[in-house]
């Protein structure tokens, strides 16, 4: 399986600052790399696909990357309404897996 | 405007079956894969089954596998998950996507003596 190593765990944030979540992928996942935000008690929401596609509807803050195995999500000038838990997903390869998740909260 | 609505969820002992839907409407949900995602309460998002657009196609986790089935009725743009033989580790909120751009609300599942 396709192991997702997503850090940092918890990051502790202030407004506008420029944060960067990463997943690195043991194996060769290609593009199939996306970027989901979760808030308390809501679903998640598509935020990039492709690795650096930026989805419909989410703010042009928002950016991800790829370095290799090194998949990041950018978020430049953070605001209140960002706070919320950060997963990768890789779609490569079955069983799909998901990262465990980055916790952004207000330093 | 895309919706996805689950239902079905609920308290279900261990050893019973359960099923869940997720109607669609917005899209066409016949060219579309499907999946199933659940997220256990305070833990993070686990993948648990897809099928393709056309049900021809099914994927499960390892955990899940001989014991959920996931299905879909075009004609009635509703997907399916089969849950037969819960396990207490079944306990979760299982959200439908279609292919991960949209996501339903959830439903709990709750698998208790």
């Known amino acids: 399986d396709i192991q997702m190593t997503q850090s940092p765990s918890s990051l502790p944030a202030s407004l506008g600052d420029r944060v960067t979540i990463t997943c690195r992928a043991s194996?060769?996942?290609?593009?199939?790399l996306r970027w989901f935000q979760q808030k308390p008690g809501k679903s998640p929401r598509l935020m990039i696909y492709?690795?650096?596609n930026l989805a419909a509807g989410v703010p042009s803050r928002f950016s991800g990357s790829r370095s290799g195995s090194d998949y990041s999500l950018t978020i430049n000038s953070l605001e209140s309404e960002d706070m919320a838990i950060y997963y990768c997903?890789?779609?490569?390869?079955?069983?799909?897996?998901f990262g465990s998740g980055t916790k952004l909260e207000i330093k | 405007e895309v919706q996805l609505v689950e239902s079905g969820g609920g308290l279900v002992q261990p050893g019973r079956s359960m099923k869940l839907s997720c109607a669609a409407s917005?899209?066409?949900?016949?060219?579309?894969?499907m999946a199933w995602v659940r997220q256990a309460p305070t833990k993070g998002l686990e993948w648990v089954a897809t099928?393709?657009?056309?049900?021809?196609?099914?994927y499960y986790r390892d955990s899940v596998k001989g014991r959920f089935t996931i299905s879909r009725d075009n004609a009635k743009s509703t997907l399916y998950l089969q849950m037969n033989s819960l396990r207490s580790e079944d306990t979760a909120t299982y959200y439908c996507?279609?292919?991960?751009?949209?996501w339903g609300q959830g439903t709990l599942v709750t698998v208790s003596s």
């Open positions: 996507t279609s292919w991960f751009a949209y």
């Open positions: 917005g899209f066409t949900f016949s060219n579309y894969g």
């Open positions: 099928i393709s657009y056309d049900g021809s196609s099914t």
């Open positions: 194996q060769d996942i290609g593009n199939y």
């Open positions: 492709g690795a650096t």
């Open positions: 997903l890789q779609h490569n390869e079955y069983p799909l897996t």
